[in-house]
Each structure stands twice: as C-alpha cells, then as structure tokens.
C-alpha cells in the first residue's frame, strides 16, 4: 500500500500505524512527477490493481459577495485540486494497470471521490460543486475508455462526514450537521467509506457508476 499526500502530512505516523506494507510518498497530486513516482513505487511494492483517490480542498465563496466577484485564482486552485489532480491520478493509475495480467477478468480499478455537494450545491460551495460535479461527470466516460483495458472506474459521493476538516468545529455545529441527515442521524464514519471502497473492490459487476454515501442526506441550499 502506498500513501500519498502532501510533504507537510505526517505520512511516516500512518506507515507505522499499517506495518510493514505501507509506505509514504510526498506529492501533490496536481503534480504528474510526484504521482508517477508514486505509481512507480506501488508497482516496486506489488502489482498496483487498485488505486482510491481521496484529495481534496474547499472555500466558501459565493459567486458575487460583499467584496465582489468570486476570486478566479481560488477557483482555479479548487478544481486544479479536486478535479485536476483526481484526473491526473486516474490517468496514471490507469496506463500501471493496462500493463497488468488480467486476474478473474480484471486489470484493476480505479476509485475518485466525488461529494453530494455535486447534486447538492449550497450557497458559497460553487468552486467545490464544480469540481466534484466534474468527478461525477468524469466517471461513465473514463469507465467506458478504459473498458478495453479490463479497468473498472466508480466513484463514491459522500455526504457529511467526521473527517480531521470537521474534528475543529464546536459540538454544537457538529450536532447541527448530524440533525439534517435523515439516518442514521450521525456524521458518517471514514471506517464506512472504506467499507465501502472494499465492497466496490470486491463486486466485480459494478462499472461506471456513482454512489451516495450519505443517509439518505439531501442538503438544503444553506
């Protein structure tokens, strides 16, 4: 298993946590050197069948504000990220893969994040909607390219959930965000998107698809 994320993330806690069969790669994932090397050293490590891209960034700016337009930079950095980077690993994952035996009719799969923010857009997340609506947009297509290749593409689209971005937010907002999600009325756990990467990793009939993890979760436009 390799981990990548950016230089400042402390990778080397994560690599102890997993033992052994982990290591850590300082990249960006804009960054197609970076993620090459990444793939280069999942390939050293064992044949790379399955690759889940987690990256992500967020501001709230609303497209006309008190200060003005939306800031076009801002914009530019939220899709590089989340849409860019997403793409750049898809890509790059995609041509390790194609040079792979099949196993069971499979070369490997390649799993984006998406967000229920693509569907759901509130006030002030037009950067974030955009960029994650690409990923929803990007799924059928890169799952029909890569069809001939026996690689399979999906992506999940999570609602709220109790990640490090909303550890720092008081109790009393953290309650709020549970109350609007139908059920079960909690924050969703990482463990259950995980879960579910592995369910999509073991169902080898699930194609091109996008799936909401969210219960049942639909966000109201503030």
Not at 113 to 136: C, F, L, M, P
Not at 142 to 167: E, K, N, S
Request: net charge negative.
């Amino acid at each position: 298993m390799v981990l990548v994320d950016l230089p400042a993330a402390d990778g080397g806690a994560l690599v102890e946590e997993l033992g052994q069969r982990a290591s850590f790669v300082p990249a960006d994932v804009t960054d197609p050197d970076g993620i090459a090397e990444a793939v280069a050293q999942a390939g050293e490590l064992g044949e790379l069948r399955v690759a889940v891209n987690c990256a992500g960034v967020g501001w709230a700016a609303r497209v006309l504000g008190r200060d003005g337009p939306h800031d076009l930079d801002l914009f530019r950095t939220v899709v590089g990220v989340n849409l860019i980077g997403s793409f750049n690993v898809l890509r790059l994952a995609a041509a390790a893969m194609a040079e792979l035996e099949p196993v069971d009719g499979d070369r490997g799969i390649i799993i984006n994040t998406a967000s229920i923010a693509a569907y759901d857009g509130q006030v002030g997340q037009i950067a974030y909607s955009a960029s994650k609506g690409g990923i929803v947009g990007m799924t059928l297509p890169a799952a029909r390219d890569l069809a001939r290749h026996q690689i399979r593409v999906l992506t999940i689209a999570p609602g709220t959930f109790d990640t490090p971005m909303l550890a720092g937010l008081p109790d009393e907002a953290r309650e709020a965000l549970a109350a609007d999600i139908p059920h079960p009325q909690r924050l969703g756990d990482p463990a259950e998107y995980g879960l579910l990467a592995r369910q999509l990793v073991e169902n080898p009939y699930l194609n091109g698809e996008v799936i909401r993890l969210d219960g049942s979760l639909r966000m109201k436009p503030r």
